[in-house]
């Protein structure tokens, strides 16, 4: 009997049935290690090997007693039998077995006499290949050492099993991940063509006004059209929802972006060390950042500067600028202003404590605090 004995349609199901599984060519297992030593010690045979048989090989996952073999031809093989029965497939004497004769391992320098191999049989009949144990010396095997080997064997599938749904799940997640993924960036994609068409529409408006109701309406507009440009800057800038973003690069493309908001002199330098963060919280720091420069221009401030000062446990970002400074009674908590609620929000979703004063130069300055250990990694 040798495995051409099995059907062609079969043998396409049970090939199927070893890639679902995934196993062949993976790195040594502990599990599968320790059910190898105990099966040798408990059987007090010198081999033992948990295999997987291939289209043309017999691999080994795992083996007791054999250096340096990894796998050996499909053509003859004892394990490539073994997977065609049922149950236990036990040789006591491989020399007189006409099947066994034209194996390497029997009829060359290895002398295999002891073969008991019980197949790694799938929930739905198919053999993935076998756990055996081997001996050079003809022997028997009792019952007790039989069920002893199927309880083993058994244990095996279960390990083989856990690893299949792990992969199962994994693929799923990795599905749906990419699907909200995918849903994220229409989202995005959606609102900031929105953003663009209300930014739009409100420059509208405020040609149909004169003095500050249309001075009102342009800065809400130039915030809403900032806003959207940040939100196509994020969309560009990272790889994925699930990845992370350097915030140095990214305050430096998005610094890009806001300049051409600033007076035709205007100059927004950045400074920030290199951390990875999270893209939710890079959103968050965008929005931010992008309502302190607007709130710096609207003050007539020319030149802004972003700094970023890392200590062992936060990130301190410092907005800079040269215009005229706070008021005294100046308060953002207090501010009904569009641009402190989106910076309060921002500030409270990053858990990041802001404060402001003056600037070296004689400007505003806030300071934004965040925590390292929300999201950021540095590399």
Not at 41 to 58: G, K, N, Q, Y
Not at 76 to 101: K, R, T
Not at 158 to 186: N, Q, W
Not at 245 to 253: C, E, P, T
């Amino acid at each position: 009997m040798n495995h051409f004995d099995l059907p062609p349609h079969e043998e396409k199901a049970r090939l199927s049935a070893v890639s679902r599984y995934a196993v062949l060519d993976t790195p040594p297992d502990g599990a599968f290690d320790r059910i190898a030593r105990l099966a040798a010690r408990m059987l007090e045979v010198p081999i033992a090997i948990i295999s997987i048989v291939d289209e043309d090989r017999i691999w080994f996952k795992s083996h007791e007693g054999l250096d340096g073999v990894k796998e050996i031809p499909r053509d003859p093989g004892l394990c490539a039998s073994a997977i065609l029965h049922n149950g236990p497939w036990i040789l006591s004497d491989a020399s007189i077995e006409p099947v066994a004769l034209a194996n390497p391992l029997v009829a060359g320098e290895f002398g295999l006499r002891f073969y008991a191999g019980i197949p790694l049989r799938t929930h739905d009949g198919h053999g993935l290949g076998t756990l055996c144990v081997i001996d050079t010396t003809p022997r028997e095997i009792t019952s007790e050492q039989t069920a002893i080997l199927e309880e083993l064997a058994a244990v095996v599938m279960d390990e083989l099993e856990l690893r299949r749904d792990a992969i199962v799940t994994h693929e799923a997640l990795r599905r749906e991940v990419r699907e909200k993924e995918l849903l994220a960036e229409e989202v995005e994609h959606r609102v900031m063509n929105s953003l663009q068409i209300i930014s739009t529409v409100a420059r509208r408006k405020a040609a149909q006004h004169e003095g500050l109701v249309a001075a009102e309406i342009n800065d809400i507009a130039a915030r809403i059209n900032a806003i959207a440009q940040a939100n196509r800057q994020i969309q560009q800038s990272l790889p994925g929802h699930s990845q992370h973003g350097d915030l140095a690069l990214f305050l430096k493309v998005l610094s890009h972006e806001l300049v051409a908001l600033c007076p035709p002199d205007g100059l927004i330098e950045v400074d920030c060390p290199s951390l990875q963060l999270a893209r939710d919280r890079l959103v968050s720091v965008g929005h931010l950042v992008t309502e302190l420069v607007l709130n710096s221009v609207k003050s007539g401030a020319k030149r802004i500067g972003l700094r970023g000062v890392r200590t062992e446990e936060h990130l301190r970002l410092l907005i800079d600028d040269d215009g005229p400074g706070l008021e005294k009674s100046f308060n953002p908590h207090s501010s009904k202003g569009l641009g402190m609620v989106i910076l309060q929000a921002m500030a409270q979703k990053l858990e990041a404590e802001v404060t402001w004063g003056r600037s070296p130069d004689g400007g505003a300055r806030f300071a934004v605090k965040l925590p390292l250990d929300l999201g950021f990694d540095e590399r």
